[in-house]
Every structure is written in C-alpha cells, then in structure tokens.
C-alpha cells in the first residue's frame, strides 16, 4: 500500500511556465524526500525536506512542507523539455535507527512541450 | 563514480521459473533496499539490509521472494516458481548509515522482469 497521494496525476504545460505537484501522506514522518524517474530509468533524488523544515530550495526546484496538513508540494520554475518525467514524493516514517524505507506516492506525470 | 547498478536490466521468464537480480551498490553504502514498481505505480517497499544482516523485511509479497547480501556488499533478489502478478521493475537503492542523520537513497536502473 502506498501512503503518500499526489496531485495532479498528469500536467502538461509550455517550456517556461512554471509546474506544481503536490503530495499528501497519512502518517507522521521523519522527512520527506522528492524523485524523478525518466521513462524507462531509475529515480534520481532531487530534495530531502526534514520534518522540522518548512522550505527548502535548490536550483529551480522549491519544496514546501506542512507537516499539520501532511502535505507537500514542489514547484519547478522556468520548465525546460528536459524536465519531462514523472516526479514522485516519498515519505520516511520509520523508526529512528531502524530502516528507513522509503513510502512512495503515485507519481506526477510532467509533460514540458515546447 | 559508479552508481548502482542492476542486473540484468531485463528479464523475460515462463511463468514457475525461477529468476535471480542482482545489484551492485555503491561501494561503502552500508544500507540497500529492494523495491518494486508496477507499471504506473510509485515503487513499493521490498526488504532492507545493513551490512549482510536482512532488517526488515515485511514488503516481500510471498515466501517465493528471498533476498540476500551475503558479504554485505552485492544483493540478490530472488523469486521462485515467477506468476504472471510478479512481473514489474526492481529497483535496488543503497544509502550511507549515518548517526542521526537520515539520507537520501541512490537508485539503480532497476531490472524490468515480464512473465509470460
């Protein structure tokens, strides 16, 4: 079962406008982290955002995260084509010192056209 | 340097065969996790190793799927006797264990397996 819920499952827009994925989760957790996966490869970690933590940035990407609504979102800003992909949230709610395995959503399916 | 990497990147299986994955980590990763992604789907939670010691591993979906890491470097994912609901890609991830500090996991390119 997957805990984390994103929104919206598909986006498209133009090369330069900027694009919004949000995650919702169930559970309290000790950070939460975003991917992107290209058609046909394996995730590539883009930003760890802590519990404690309520924005981060790093690039063009920005993430916020409201630990009282258990949600998040990443915004990308200036799209580029090579941002196409589909973008993933995943949670670390597991004990501290024991594994920390990772509760992915469902994705979001970025389509940059230019 | 060298990523993860995961082998074979795709395999094709008649349905009660056996198949084994394997994953290399990065070198000095002490933590590897398995996951597994239907199509269309976020990756699920298999199993997880520190050194050669399996944690956890309350994802494996049946007693057909066993992991090991023997020497507490190289994985292998196995599945007996492959059904159709098994076909899916498998991602291997390690991270560094650090003290009180929680990291982010490094993928591999996973390995596609169909069966038939």
């Known amino acids: 079962s997957q805990q984390g819920e994103e929104d919206p499952q598909a986006l498209s827009i133009q090369e330069g406008e900027n694009a919004t994925m949000n995650c919702s989760y169930k559970?309290?957790?000790?950070?939460l982290q975003w991917y992107r996966q290209n058609s046909g490869r394996g995730l590539v970690h883009l930003i760890l955002i802590r519990s404690n933590e309520r924005e981060k940035h790093s690039g063009r990407l920005r993430v916020t995260l409201d630990t009282s609504k258990k949600s998040s979102s990443l915004l990308i800003t200036a799209s580029r084509a090579a941002d196409t992909a589909s973008y993933f949230c995943?949670?670390?709610?597991?004990?501290?010192?024991?594994?920390?395995?990772?509760?992915f959503g469902q994705g979001t399916r970025l389509t940059i056209n230019p | 340097g060298a990523g993860v990497s995961q082998s074979p990147r795709y395999k094709v299986a008649k349905r009660g065969q056996d198949v084994a994955l394997r994953c290399d980590p990065i070198s000095g990763h002490v933590s590897l996790f398995w996951y597994q992604q239907a199509l269309g789907q976020g990756p699920e939670f298999l199993t997880y190793?520190?050194?050669?010691?399996?944690?956890?591993k309350s994802g494996l979906p049946s007693d057909r799927f066993f992991a090991e890491r023997p020497e507490g470097s190289v994985s292998t994912l196995k599945i007996q006797r492959t059904q159709q609901e098994d076909s899916a890609v498998y991602l291997c991830?390690?991270?560094?264990?650090?003290?009180?500090?929680?990291?982010?996991?490094?993928f591999g390119p996973g390995t596609r397996l169909t069966v038939l």
């Open positions: 995943a949670t670390d709610a597991g004990r501290f010192g024991g594994a920390q395995k990772l509760v």
């Open positions: 190793f520190q050194n050669e010691a399996q944690l956890d």
């Open positions: 991830a390690s991270s560094l264990l650090r003290q009180g500090s929680r990291n982010e996991q490094f």
């Open positions: 559970t309290s957790i000790n950070n």
